[in-house]
């Protein structure tokens, strides 16, 4: 079993910038990929980025390419999302994931195993 806690979200005007966490426990080294997804009211889950546990590589959806990066730090399980020029299209609550398989389709959220409870992020413009 593996926990997921993600925080940091918060309210930001239009171009500013919000940091996000997600602190991993329990079976770690299980660990695959973390990815973060977000959802909008009304709106589905959709894929913001992914990184692989243990090579570092990292996948962009084209809507946060250039402003998002993810990042871990792999001393405290947590993996960072850090977001810059933030939009009001922004806003949604933020979720981090892991997948314990070894999947290429991260972006895809069925391939998930674990998920946080979300954190909200608000862009006001």
């Known amino acids: 079993q593996v926990q997921l806690a993600d925080s940091g979200g918060g309210l930001v005007q239009a171009g500013g910038s919000l940091r996000l966490s997600c602190a991993a426990s329990g079976r770690t080294f299980t660990i695959y990929a973390m990815g973060w997804f977000r959802q909008a009211p009304g709106k589905e889950r959709e894929f913001v980025c992914a990184?692989?546990?243990?090579?570092?590589?990292?996948d962009y959806a084209d809507s946060v390419k250039g402003r998002f990066t993810i990042s871990r730090d792999m001393s405290k399980n947590t993996v960072y999302l850090q977001m810059n020029s933030l939009k009001p299209e922004d806003t949604a609550v933020y979720y981090c994931?892991?997948?314990?398989?070894?999947?290429?389709?991260?972006?895809?959220?069925?391939?998930?195993?674990?998920w946080g409870q979300g954190t909200q992020v608000t862009v006001s413009s």
């Open positions: 990184l692989n546990w243990s090579g570092g590589d990292t």
């Open positions: 994931a892991a997948t314990l398989g070894g999947s290429s389709r991260l972006r895809n959220s069925y391939e998930y195993d674990y």
